[in-house]
Nanobody, 127 residues
Framework: QVQLVESGGGLVQAGGSLRLSCAAS????????MGWFRQAPGKEREFVAA????????VYADSVKGRFTISRDNAKNTVWVQMNSLKPEDTAAYYC????????????????????WGQGTQVTISS
């Protein structure tokens, strides 16, 4: 079992930055691929970014590439996503997710690959 708690959401102006955090319970964090997803009102949940167990591999949605950075600290059981140059279209509820993996280098981009989810944190970008 992995429990995930996101924090760091809020209201910022376009062009601003936010850093979301996701704290995981248990001793299995280092066994998980970690991902961030988001869901805007009336839209399907979409992939944002993911990081491998080792932290050595990352993958991003095209819409956030170059603006968002995912990172993790296995000693702190925490994953972050640094979001810069925010746009109104980034407005959404952001969810942290975990997927157990035998590979230390794999990443996952499909929500179906993730078995554990946080409750989400709201990010609102004003124009």
């Amino acid at each position: 079992q992995v429990q995930l708690v996101e924090s760091g959401g809020g209201l910022v102006q376009a062009g601003g930055s936010l850093r979301l955090s996701c704290a995981a319970s248990g001793r299995t964090f280092s066994s998980c691929i970690m991902g961030w997803f988001r869901q805007a009102p009336g839209k399907e949940r979409e992939f944002v970014a993911a990081i491998s167990r080792s932290g050595g591999n990352t993958v991003y949605a095209d819409s956030v590439k170059g603006r968002f950075t995912i990172s993790r600290d296995n000693a702190k059981n925490t994953v972050w996503v640094q979001m810069n140059s925010l746009k109104p279209e980034d407005t959404a509820a952001y969810y942290c997710a975990a997927a157990f993996s035998l590979s230390t280098t794999s990443v996952a981009t499909r929500s179906a690959e993730y078995g554990y989810w946080g409750q989400g944190t709201q990010v609102t970008i004003s124009s």
